[in-house]
Antibody, heavy 122, light 108 residues
Framework: QVQLQQWGAGLLKPSETLSLSCSVY????????WSWIRQPPGRGLEWIGK???????NYNPSLKSRVTISIDMSRKNFSLKLYSVTAADTAVYYC????????????????WGQGVLVTVSS | DIQMTQSPSSLSASVGDRVTITCRAS??????LNWYQQIPGKAPRLLIY???TLQPGVPSRFSGSGSGTDFTLTISSLQPEDFATYYC??????????FGQGTKLEIK
């Protein structure tokens, strides 16, 4: 059973860079895409972006100018960097696996990492 | 972007009740619709994908239906562990995934 374990700094000051990583256990990175999703306290879910095994990435346009997602196949992990953070970036950040049915393109998120609360405060 | 709107935003129900949550897409998304359950303090969990396919391990009291712009999640007989927040998510636009705002299901 695939499990995602994520880690990173939980307290940042405005203008700093958020950096999180996610390791994949019990399965391969190949054949899936890998996303980051965030959830501000008491609010809903926002997709940040995704990366494939080839390194091809797509980002939410609202965050695209500040986001980089990378993948390391040899270490079986992928990472998120969000630059120039503000208080509005305070959220629980989840790493997730994207599963796709190749023939018809249905895709969904499963499983999810445990989540890391990142707080931006001066 | 494809906007997803859930209704109601919150719902009170009793154990044993039948409950239906609605999700509407701003554009037709065929059946590219997934449902997740989130218990407070936990990560979301996939319940249903492709509008109506139950994820293995999910109880059969959960079901999904719909296509195009209108979708429903039904819980046939509420159990105590079902009180949570439910989110729909469209995967039609694979370059920009979006979620509904959530429906919080509370005990009456």
């Amino acid at each position: 059973q695939v499990q995602l374990q994520q880690w990173g700094a939980g307290l940042l000051k405005p203008s700093e860079t958020l950096s999180l990583s996610c390791s994949v256990y019990g399965g391969s990175l190949s054949g899936y895409h890998w996303s980051w999703i965030r959830q501000p306290p008491g609010r809903g879910l926002e997709w940040i972006g995704k990366i494939s095994q080839s390194g091809s990435s797509n980002y939410n346009p609202s965050l695209k100018s500040r986001v980089t997602i990378s993948i390391d196949m040899s270490r079986k992990n992928f990472s998120l960097k969000l630059y120039s953070v503000t208080a509005a970036d305070t959220a629980v950040y989840y790493c997730v696996r994207g599963v796709e049915m190749a023939t018809i393109g249905f895709n969904w998120f499963d499983p999810w990492g445990q989540g890391v609360l990142v707080t931006v405060s001066s | 972007d494809i906007q997803m709107t859930q209704s109601p935003s919150s719902l009170s129900a009793s154990v044993g009740d039948r409950v239906t949550i609605t999700c509407r897409a701003s554009h037709s998304i065929s059946t590219y619709l997934n449902w997740y359950q989130q218990i407070p303090g936990k990560a979301p969990r996939l319940l249903i994908y492709a509008a109506s396919t139950l994820q293995p391990g999910v109880p059969s009291r959960f079901s999904g239906s719909g296509s195009g712009t209108d979708f429903t999640l039904t819980i046939s007989s509420l159990q105590p562990e079902d009180f949570a927040t439910y989110y729909c998510q469209q995967s039609y636009s694979a370059l920009m995934y979006t979620f509904g705002q959530g429906t919080k299901l509370e005990i009456k």
